[in-house]
């Protein structure tokens, strides 16, 4: 009897016991690459002296580097270190700088360790895959800062193909797209990518800058005298990344007309200068 229950014990044992693979989330040369390009976004928008930003993947092995003009030669090994310890030890270095300085200076004793502010671990889905690091900027905590935007860009990394789920389809029937046609109004406003807008002029209007969107314009009806480029005249912020203005200083002028397309890229002003009788148009706006 107890060979016949020893049966389904051993048939139930691959489900009973712990797994023995788990899913990891690596970082590709990619993803390190998006890093280094938010912290040297994040450099300039702090006008920093300088700095080197070094990423390491969850092994501490460098992966990519970058060193800003001006910045002393030490800087990349320093940065390298900030960013291993960050990884290593699943902290901001910061965290031990503060631990020494509060006396526990045996800490300095270990190898391959670099408790200088200024690196922080790439955490995705609460897994740490990486790590980066800063040096040479303006100061410890503007080292960190720029680290910590580095590694902020992880928030929007893709996820891989086998794990993407499918984007839900969206359909508007001729009637609904009519009606939006009729006093002009957003289609489409379900994604961070991109809207669509069913356009309606009856007249000009202000000189317009998408600071983040470009717009792609496909004209259903009608005609107008648009411009693109130039100066924004009287330009004032409307809304966040959204500026406006009187007219279009400059700039070349183009007649546009059923049929046609035209993209206008992010930052670019743009204005429908003249049209002479009711236009609509698709635009969609991309991100």
Known sequence: MKKILLIPILLMWPVLSPAQVMDKKTLSLEGAKKVIAAAVAEAKRLDAPGGVIAVVDDGGNLMALERLDNTFAAGANISIGKARTAVLFKKPTKVFEDIIKNGRTSMVAL?????????????????????????????????EELAIAG?????????????????RVTYFEKEKVAEAFAKGAVLFDGSDKYMVHASRR??????EVH???ADIIYVQEGSATFVTG???????????????????????????????VIIVPAGTPHWFKDVPAAMTYYVVKAR
């Open 111 to 143: 190898e391959n360790f670099t408790p200088l502010q200024g690196g922080v671990p790439i955490i995705l889905d609460g897994q740490v895959i990486g790590g980066v690091g800063v040096s040479g900027a303006a100061s410890a905590q503007q080292d």
């Open 230 to 260: 130039g100066a924004v005249v009287d330009a004032k912020n409307t809304a966040p990344d959204e500026i406006r203005g009187k007219e279009i200083s400059g700039g070349e002028s183009r007649k546009i007309a059923k049929g046609d």
């Open 202 to 207: 009856d007249g000009p209007g202000m000189a």
């Open 151 to 167: 590694a902020n860009a992880s928030k929007d990394f893709a996820p891989m193909s086998s794990q993407m789920k499918p984007a």
């Open 211 to 213: 600071v983040r969107d």
